[in-house]
């Protein structure tokens, strides 16, 4: 049983930075077979993909929303995702999921789409104030 687990959430200014951190774990898991992924959810508001990645960190998404502000990486050695977030903004508050799609043929690049993926985190909540 795949599982993944965020953590660095936490309360910002804006202009502020985070990092968040996601863990792969589970029996016989092969990170580098599932491609991943960043979701955020609003109160109100349906949930969202802010950045997906290949299994080998080459076809990546952001939306635009977040592009030139948020870096998506992983390392599969240590089988850890990550968000780097800089120059947050109110309208980033949210809960962060952290997401693991099976299967090398996932490559997200202009679209990453939520029903791609099928193992979630529990979140971690992101607020930004102004």
């Known amino acids: 049983q795949v599982q993944v687990e965020e953590s660095g959430g936490g309360s910002v200014q804006t202009g502020g930075s985070l990092k968040l951190s996601c863990t792969g774990n589970?029996?016989?898991?092969?990170?580098?077979?599932?491609?991943m992924g960043w979701f955020r959810q609003a109160p109100g508001k349906e949930r969202e993909a802010v950045s997906c990645v290949s299994w080998n960190g080459k076809s990546r998404y952001y939306r635009d929303s977040v592009k030139g502000r948020f870096t998506i990486s992983r390392d599969n050695a240590k089988n850890m995702l990550y968000l780097r977030m800089n120059n947050l903004k109110p309208e980033d508050t949210a809960m962060y999921y952290c997401?693991?799609?099976?299967?090398?043929?996932?490559?997200?690049?202009?679209?990453?789409?939520?029903?791609?993926?099928?193992?979630w985190g529990q979140g971690t909540q992101v607020t930004v104030s102004s």
């Open positions: 997401a693991a799609g099976f299967g090398r043929h996932i490559e997200p690049a202009d679209y990453c789409g939520v029903s791609w993926f099928n193992v």
């Open positions: 589970g029996s016989g898991l092969a990170f580098d077979t599932y491609a």
